[in-house]
């Protein structure tokens, strides 16, 4: 039983109603080259953000100090030698660099969650420097960025004279650990809840993109009028609407809309839209779900005609194998 005084609130933030931040900039033989970012939610406990870089971009070998996902939304880039084209997940632990990056002809929009503090770092600032050196790259000052008391201020890795200015890691002996990589396409679908509506079966869908004790990557997908009650998870979560389109209590979330989950907020009662909807997630932490109400279909406001079918069992990881299901 939960003693709560009120539930704490989602946030919801329209990537359409938002402007392109330029972060970083480069002189390709004269072209001026830019990465812009639009920062969908910056809290102590979560950032997540779209970056959009221009074809040919090169972005150096680096790490955050805390879990990273990235996800490709649009184009594609070769990272750690490997082709990343849309739907590629990118996960990176602790510790763990990517890069060196470069985008490819129509250059690459990102979706990206960091969980704890963003603060970057690099790995092997020579082989960067030789990388640009060979592609005729300078790296140029970062560009002025307002804070949000309007206090003004820079995202300074780089100086004025193309310098980094972050911290350098040195390479273990070990190495650094690998990013680990796994496209969408590699994965299957997988039933995670189901209903009956007007005599037909309808389902929730995932595709685990990653799956660790540290995070859970997943694209998801909801059948045409799908209804999933309120409810939350033991974990900071992430959604970024793909395709499609759904309302969360009331409100509709279609294509760039970005919500975020802090831990103990649930999410409205969720109808998918007329055509469905697909989704990108990130759970960081524990991504067991829990309901607001013991009978979650039986405190509906709403009519529905929903009828709940029995959850289908799961091929969970080892440290969830005491478990059916991680849903209900």
Not at 260 to 275: C, D, K, N, R, Y
Not at 293 to 319: I, M, T
Request: hydrophobic share 35%.
């Amino acid at each position: 039983m939960r003693l709560r005084l009120g539930w704490p609130e989602p946030r919801f933030q329209d990537m359409e109603e938002m402007e392109w931040r330029e972060v970083l900039a480069q002189d390709h033989s004269g072209t001026r080259k830019v990465v812009l970012e639009k920062w969908l939610d910056f809290e102590p406990r979560v950032l997540a953000f779209v970056g959009k870089w221009d074809p040919g971009m090169v972005v150096a070998r680096h790490g955050h100090m805390c879990p990273n996902s990235i996800y490709v939304v649009e184009g594609s880039m070769i990272s750690n030698g490997v082709e990343c084209l849309a739907g590629t997940n990118i996960m990176l632990d602790v510790g763990t660099p990517y890069g060196p990056n470069v985008t490819g002809p129509d250059g690459v929009i990102v979706y990206e969650v960091m969980a704890g503090d963003p603060s970057v770092w690099y790995a092997d600032p020579e082989g960067f420097a030789e990388l640009k050196r060979e592609l005729g790259i300078r790296q140029l000052a970062n560009p002025h960025l307002p804070n949000d008391d309007e206090s003004g201020g820079t995202r300074a890795t780089y100086g004025p004279d193309g310098m980094l200015l972050a911290p350098i890691v040195p390479k273990p002996a070990g190495g650094f650990r690998d990013p680990r990589f796994r496209h969408a396409d590699e994965c299957e679908w997988i039933e995670i809840m189901a209903q009956e509506q007007n005599g037909k079966r309808i389902s929730a869908w995932e595709k685990w993109l990653d799956f660790s004790p540290t995070a859970m990557c997943t694209e998801t997908r909801y059948d045409p009028g799908l209804i999933v009650p309120p409810r939350g998870r033991n974990c900071i979560s992430t959604i970024l609407v793909l395709e499609g389109s759904m309302t969360v209590g009331g409100r509709e979330c279609r294509k760039g809309m970005h919500i975020t989950l802090e831990i103990g907020t649930p999410m409205p009662a969720t109808v998918a839209g007329s055509e469905g909807v697909r989704l990108y997630e990130v759970r960081v932490g524990d991504p067991t779900t829990w309901y607001v109400h013991n009978d979650p279909f039986d405190n509906l406001d709403f009519e529905h005609g929903a009828v709940p079918l029995p959850a289908p069992k799961l091929d969970l990881p080892s440290w969830l194998a005491d478990r059916d299901s991680i849903y209900q």
